[in-house]
């Protein structure tokens, strides 16, 4: 995969370049293109800003030099722009985005795009509502989400799979040694060595952590049902 990131501000990409997704770079299971579309001007000062039609406070930025940028590009793929009135990043994005050849993120700054920007890109995204002073870090987010799924890039296959929101869960509680701290001990089960026991227990605290603290996310999935007998008896087990 190979990811073009247009923005103001290439510096602040550096976290990508280290830990596993750094690796990932240096063992070319995915490429990193950053733009600063700033290099992308005409006029002596470089401005990427004007001032916005009709009045109001800040400045917007210009179709311009973006659209220069984007057209520099020879694989642009997907081309997606960080915005609070984008739909909501989740896992599901990340894993259809995971099978992509080629991505492009826009990142914004000041008080946002000239609205023609946007008719360049296929997907307006967010990671919240929120605001924060730039796309870089949403652009950030969204692109380890998405890398971390590739083959290779973690290490253990099995990694990504039976992770939090994968399968429409919470993950389970996991442990380490030592088996006894300070008077806290791992599950039994856990220590048994019966693999059809752990998978039981921690499919039922993968609901339980999920209806304690995510309930919305069991509305959106379809229980079977030895789910549904679980789900029963862990709200019976929060009730007493």
């Known amino acids: 995969m190979k990811i073009n990131v247009l923005t103001l501000f290439p510096d602040m990409f550096t976290p990508l370049q280290v830990s596993m997704l750094g690796r990932g770079l240096e063992d070319k299971k995915w490429e990193l293109n950053l733009v600063n579309f700033r290099d992308f001007t005409t006029d002596v000062h470089h401005h990427v800003d004007d001032t916005p039609y009709g009045g109001g406070a800040g400045m917007v930025l210009q179709i311009m030099p973006i659209k220069k940028a984007l ?63 730039g796309g870089e870090l949403p652009t950030m987010s969204m692109i380890d989400a998405t890398v971390r799924l590739l083959p290779g890039i973690l290490g253990n296959a099995a990694s990504p799979v039976e992770e939090s929101f994968s399968h429409g869960l919470l993950e389970y509680p996991q442990y380490t040694r030592p088996a006894d701290f300070e008077g806290q001990k791992v599950p039994e089960v856990l220590t ?20 304690l603290h995510r309930p919305d996310m069991l509305s959106e999935r379809n229980l079977t049902n030895e789910e549904k007998k679980m789900l029963e008896e862990i709200k019976l087990e929060k009730d007493n």
């Not at 520099?72 to 259809?96: D, H, R, Y």
């Not at 826009?106 to 605001?131: K, M, P």
């Not at 693999?195 to 039922?204: D, L, M, P, S």
């Open 71 to 133: 057209d520099s590009l020879t694989n642009k793929g997907k081309i997606i722009i960080t915005a609070p009135q984008g739909k909501t990043f989740n896992e599901k994005m990340a894993q259809n985005w995971s099978k992509e050849e080629n991505l492009t993120f826009i990142c914004g700054h000041y008080e946002g795009f000239d609205q023609r920007v946007y008719d360049l890109a296929d997907e307006t995204v967010s990671i919240g509502d929120y605001v924060l002073t």
């Open 192 to 211: 048994s060595g019966n693999h059809q026991k752990i998978a039981e227990w921690r499919h039922r605290e993968a609901l339980r952590a999920t209806y």
